[in-house]
């Protein structure tokens, strides 16, 4: 019964019915926007890719070596038709963004196997 007296009153609180110190509001929310952008920045650069020139020059450097040949090569760098609308299929299950990032990244595929193509006639 005391209780109940006690509950009317407006300074009777239990901890679980208090609401968090804005310190440790704050703190947390600190906390969630650092994971928020970590993973921003660990979902971009999944995306980021370097210089296709690069990229054919090191692939190039592998000719001959582990069996590679250029048609292998060729292979290893080229999207096929079958890939493509493998991952169009996909894409069109996640989102835009996702579909324009697959597209820039089959484009830039496309880059590096015109340069290597370039590196390759240039060496005969």
């Known amino acids: 019964?005391?209780?109940?007296?006690?509950a009317e009153r407006k300074e009777f609180t239990t901890p679980m019915s208090t609401s968090p110190q804005p310190q440790l509001r704050a703190s947390a929310d600190r906390q969630h926007e650092d994971l928020r952008r970590?993973?921003?920045a660990s979902l971009c650069a999944v995306w980021r890719v370097g210089s296709a020139r690069e990229e054919a020059r090191a692939l190039f450097r592998m000719l001959g070596r582990n069996g590679?040949?250029?048609?292998?090569?060729r292979a290893l760098i080229g999207v096929s038709e079958k890939?493509?609308?493998?991952?169009a299929d996909w894409a069109a299950c996640t989102s835009p963004l996702i579909s324009l990032r697959i597209?820039?990244?089959v484009t830039y595929r496309q880059e590096v196997l015109l340069q290597f193509d370039r590196l390759v006639a240039s060496a005969q």
Do not use: P
């Open 1 to 6: 019964m005391e209780m109940s007296v006690l």
């Open 38 to 40: 970590r993973r921003e």
């Open 68 to 73: 590679d040949d250029v048609n292998s090569l």
């Open 83 to 87: 890939e493509r609308a493998q991952l």
């Open 103 to 105: 597209e820039a990244m």
